[in-house]
């Protein structure tokens, strides 16, 4: 097994986009998809982080990803807007997008836009944070192709469809959630299936639909949906809501690991509120701020773990990596081959004694 | 035990608006609550139903409810309305709300409005449908006194917060969600104390914080949220929604069945989104129903129950109740002791040989 290699996220960001640029990205979009990608690392989600890279690139030289894509409104209803994206990077037409109902909420005092013939853009909470750096509350929804099925079993037929809010908090304590609506996501079943390990009943269905404890079958299978109807009722509604600017449902979504010249037109939904249509955001903080002290202190009487409030773990993962991130095994090889195949040469190690915390 | 009476829902809500106007709600408040129990009872959710009028009367009569409320805006944004619900009955402002969204989501493409200082409104699935019966997709929010702690155990810190989202399609197929973010409801747990048996684990933790099968101690404890950080992320986001209109987060909401005399002041939301921004309400509902069928034959093979749409088991209840009630037990002998009290016969037998099926 080979040693970690650590490189500062700066670094690695850097890197990401001169491939992503070399590999036919104009310079704005490939610093907008590196940068979500970097996001995604940086709070410990590397489900969504560099891991999506290799992939990235081969959609956008087999045309899945759109590098000339121009977004275009395709109508304008003042606080709503609806997009197509014209199979731009995921996480370009999200950031038009984002634009729009910042400066729209800001206007009208609530805003979103649903973008259509859209890409897969990374992790949710990206959009979110941008937005609620803004001093509004966002709010990301999206979809994937079929991956979650019926609580009751049975074939994919929905994505994982996920829903993600973030709070105009300062982002060192900023609260949010960004979560898909099955029980767990593939990346667990891959890891269970890597490690020869069983999954607990509730994650999955085997093809002919039925719960089953074996990763592989899983993978074959059906991811059920977290909570029952109450999650398969969730990422029904993000189609619904998407299908309102004319989105696909996941039943007509490509996926992200098929053919990749194929757009995989899905939806993105982005929506904005302000925090201060009466009483200052000073005011909005407080409240929220009082809440998190009193979850803080709901604990179980002894007990060494405190309640964490959401988007709390991820803040904390974030903090123990400072900066750095270690990369090895199969996500390393990946990353030299695409270093080889572009020309980019990795970024230097991150220097004798810099070692991020595993998780 | 006595024998259930069956009664017809036209007849129950005219009695409900009579036993409310007498106890001093204005007519409209008292038809507009009604209505919103009524409907409860129509789709099966009797927990929201004829159950909950003992405790608005004598929360009327106590001046918990404020009877001559005067619901007004707070603050304008033209997309985002913040109203001050003045203690008026929740369905009362709650409808006041949903007017105001259909208008300006008519207007602006999306709209939203968040009331303060309002009461337990019911089955937010109430508003929702009036928001869909105009041609819009509907979404509610509300929170309540605290019930639910962290995923980890502990003492209540969130509501039960629901989230409501009704599409704009027909009420005979319509698609709806109307979920507590909770794992069961308090419900659950009282219908397991009365009939003694054993709850699951993963329902409710016990008063010092401990997961149990003791539905006697989950009461006195605390609910568990579905799906653990994802539940109670989601109802984390909506006292987040909430306070964005000043309204409380769940720790500072009084219980509904706590003095009668003290308002809840609790939060709630509506939002409203126009499905024909590009493309008619017909290409809408094309999208949907052609999900619903892909939902529909998604079942296992051989399965006998094919896989639902969410809504579409309380459509069944519905349907198969056919416009009448059997009311028995003590839930018979509450609405007894209302009539004789406020001087309101109960309505009279619906008939010989009409008998609704027991869910």
Same mark, same amino acid.
């Given at each position: 097994?080979?040693?970690?290699?650590?490189?500062?996220?700066?670094?690695?960001?850097?890197?990401?986009?001169?491939?992503?640029?070399?590999?036919?990205?104009?310079? &704005?979009?490939?610093?907008?998809?590196?940068?979500?990608?970097?996001?995604?690392?940086?709070?410990?989600?590397?489900? &969504?982080?560099?891991?999506? /890279?290799?992939?990235?690139?081969?959609?956008?030289?087999?045309?899945?990803?759109?590098?000339?894509?121009?977004?275009?409104?395709?109508?304008?209803?003042?606080?709503?807007?609806?997009?197509? =994206?014209?199979?731009?990077?995921?996480?370009?037409?999200?950031?038009?997008?984002?634009?729009?109902?910042?400066?729209?909420?800001?206007?009208?005092?609530?805003?979103?836009?649903?973008?259509?013939?859209?890409?897969?853009?990374?992790?949710?909470?990206?959009?979110?944070?941008?937005?609620?750096?803004?001093?509004?509350?966002?709010? =990301?929804?999206?979809?994937?192709?079929?991956?979650?099925?019926?609580?009751?079993?049975?074939?994919?037929?929905?994505?994982?469809?996920?829903? =993600?809010?973030?709070?105009?908090?300062?982002?060192?304590?900023?609260?949010?959630?960004?979560?898909?609506?099955?029980?767990?996501?593939?990346?667990?079943?891959?890891?269970?299936?890597?490690?020869?390990?069983?999954?607990?009943?509730?994650?999955?269905?085997?093809?002919?639909?039925?719960?089953?404890?074996?990763?592989?079958?899983?993978?074959?299978?059906?991811?059920?949906?977290?909570?029952?109807?109450?999650?398969?009722?969730?990422?029904?509604?993000?189609?619904?809501?998407?299908?309102?600017?004319?989105?696909?449902?996941?039943?007509?979504?490509?996926?992200?690991?098929?053919?990749?010249?194929?757009?995989?037109?899905?939806?993105?939904?982005?929506?904005?509120?302000?925090?201060?249509?009466?009483?200052?955001?000073?005011?909005?903080?407080?409240?929220?701020?009082? /809440?998190?002290?009193?979850? &803080?202190?709901?604990?179980?009487?002894?007990?060494?773990?405190?309640?964490?409030?959401?988007?709390?773990?991820?803040?904390?993962?974030?903090?123990?990596?400072?900066?750095?991130?270690?990369?090895?095994?199969?996500?390393?090889?990946?990353?030299?081959?695409?270093?080889?195949?572009?020309?980019?040469?990795?970024?230097? &190690? =991150?220097?004798?004694?810099?070692?991020?915390?595993?998780?």
């Amino acid at each position: 097994m080979s040693a970690a290699t650590v490189m500062t996220w700066s670094d690695l960001e850097s890197w990401a986009a001169t491939v992503l640029t070399r590999s036919g990205l104009r310079d &704005h979009d490939a610093a907008t998809v590196a940068a979500s990608l970097m996001f995604a690392e940086s709070r410990g989600i590397g489900t &969504h982080g560099l891991i999506r /890279l290799s992939t990235y690139v081969e959609r956008i030289t087999a045309g899945g990803i759109n590098s000339a894509a121009t977004v275009s409104i395709a109508a304008d209803l003042k606080a709503l807007t609806v997009l197509d =994206a014209d199979h731009a990077p995921g996480a370009s037409s999200g950031m038009v997008a984002v634009a729009l109902v910042i400066e729209r909420a800001r206007e009208f005092g609530v805003a979103c836009a649903v973008a259509r013939n859209a890409n897969h853009f990374g992790a949710s909470g990206y959009f979110t944070n941008q937005i609620a750096d803004a001093g509004l509350l966002g709010l =990301a929804l999206c979809n994937t192709e079929p991956v979650m099925c019926a609580p009751s079993g049975g074939s994919p037929v929905l994505g994982t469809n996920p829903i =993600a809010v973030a709070l105009p908090i300062d982002r060192g304590e900023r609260p949010q959630l960004d979560m898909a609506t099955t029980t767990v996501s593939q990346g667990k079943l891959l890891v269970a299936q890597q490690a020869d390990e069983a999954i607990p009943l509730g994650w999955a269905v085997d093809p002919a639909g039925r719960e089953t404890t074996s990763a592989s079958a899983g993978l074959a299978g059906a991811l059920l949906p977290s909570g029952g109807p109450k999650g398969f009722g969730l990422a029904f509604a993000v189609d619904a809501i998407l299908a309102l600017g004319g989105a696909n449902v996941s039943t007509d979504v490509a996926p992200l690991n098929g053919d990749p010249g194929t757009p995989q037109r899905l939806g993105h939904f982005f929506l904005a509120i302000r925090p201060d249509a009466d009483g200052t955001l000073d005011d909005y903080r407080r409240r929220i701020m009082g /809440l998190v002290q009193d979850i &803080h202190s709901s604990g179980t009487p002894g007990a060494t773990v405190r309640p964490l409030v959401p988007g709390e773990p991820e803040l904390q993962r974030e903090r123990a990596m400072n900066g750095v991130l270690a990369i090895s095994g199969p996500a390393l090889q990946a990353m030299e081959s695409l270093a080889s195949a572009w020309h980019v040469p990795l970024p230097a &190690h =991150a220097g004798p004694g810099v070692q991020p915390p595993r998780f």
